[in-house]
């Protein structure tokens, strides 16, 4: 037993000064290696399980003492759960690099596909997981990380990273694909608010407390989840994003505060936002409705294809970093999911844990009979549901409840900020918004 704690001092102290190799985005599989190898030895009779030895080795690899600040308000019992996530995810990158222990090769599970693939099927799984890590508590402890980060998480060069990390974070912990909604799709209809997404299928009621759809009577912390779309913003324009930011090869040239505004990732995914509006148009507690993850894993998919052209370009992604003097947004700042700092979220290693489904393409349309491809535009186009019979009273219920929470006069702080507006949105957001005033 004795020799068994030598064993764990020693390896402490020999990763304890490896750490700073950890913040500079160091890789740490050949230290994952030899520290299980000292704990598996088979002639050591006092060897950790195949699990022990490994939660204990990745223990020794994060940081322990400065990325394990308490966060936020969360209990003890909460933060151990949102540090068990990161430990398993980055088991899973480990493990996927190729390290000689376990000696598998696994493919990759996170297959992201458009909500509507496969007539919905994506979406229904991902909707399943969520409603069970709803049921728990679970969900709303990976919601209320978002809360912590409006500061260090956006305006700045590290929206794209940190929500990239976000993502794998509720992907670990939803044990299945996050389905990207490609709302371009949406832009391109007559009515984008008659849209089949805002049907039980898919996200339920896009008007008032939300009382359909797998998402029904969920809680958050403001009240009952609520939207109003069509509110203010935009949905994406495909066109736009292609013409404006995958023309760019730079990641200033498309993240604040150095991108012009129709360049800019951050200005298009706000936008999406106010359009949804209601809850996700507030900037702290959006990551409560379930649409969120949704619309950043259409966001991520199109920094995936921004960071594939750099490769092509002769740029490296995982290096390309912006200088900020923003307190949080430095590629070696921590992330505030304990365990990973900010550039792990531009890493090869992350990106490698993840595939997207292209993007629909006429006439196929990913063969899905909520979309359809319109022959004389040469687009995919989502299908309209069922008229909404309530729409003005669940726009005035909307309006009720974000004056009765507070949320309408700043209570849980600022809306986002919108860079662009469809000229066919009402242009009544339930929380005033700013406008970003630019020359282009």
Known sequence: MKAMVYLQVAVSLALAFQSHAWMNGGDFSKQFEECTGVYNKPSDVNALSMGGYERQC??????????????GNFTDDQMGYIK???????MEMLNNMGNRIKRTTKSVWRVREEIKARNGA??????EAVRRLKKSGEYDVIAQIHITVVPTAHFGP????????YLFILET???CPIPYWDSSEDYVMKKPQDSVVWSPKYFGNGYGPVVTGPFANFQTPIGPLFRKINADGSL????????YVLSKRRVGDVSSPTAKPISNMEGYHNNMHAWINGLMANLAYSAYDPVFFCLHSMIDNVYEIFRRQQVKAGIDPATDFVKTGQKGQSPGDLSKINGFINRYGQSHK???QVQYQPLSQCPVCHGSKDKYCDNYRGVCVSRAAAPHTNAMEGILIADLMAKKSGLAEGAFGDAFPIFSR???????PVQPVMEKKYKY
């Open 58 to 71: 990745t223990d020794l690899l994060i940081p322990l003492d400065s990325s394990h600040q308490r966060i």
């Open 84 to 90: 068990s996530l990161v430990r398993k995810s980055f």
């Open 122 to 127: 994506p979406f229904q799984r991902y909707a």
């Open 158 to 165: 590290n929206f794209l990273r940190w929500h990239r990390l």
């Open 173 to 175: 912990a939803l044990g």
């Open 236 to 243: 994406m324009d495909r066109y736009a994003i292609i013409k």
């Open 350 to 352: 992350l990106a490698l």
């Open 422 to 428: 469809d000229p066919r949105t009402r242009g009544d």
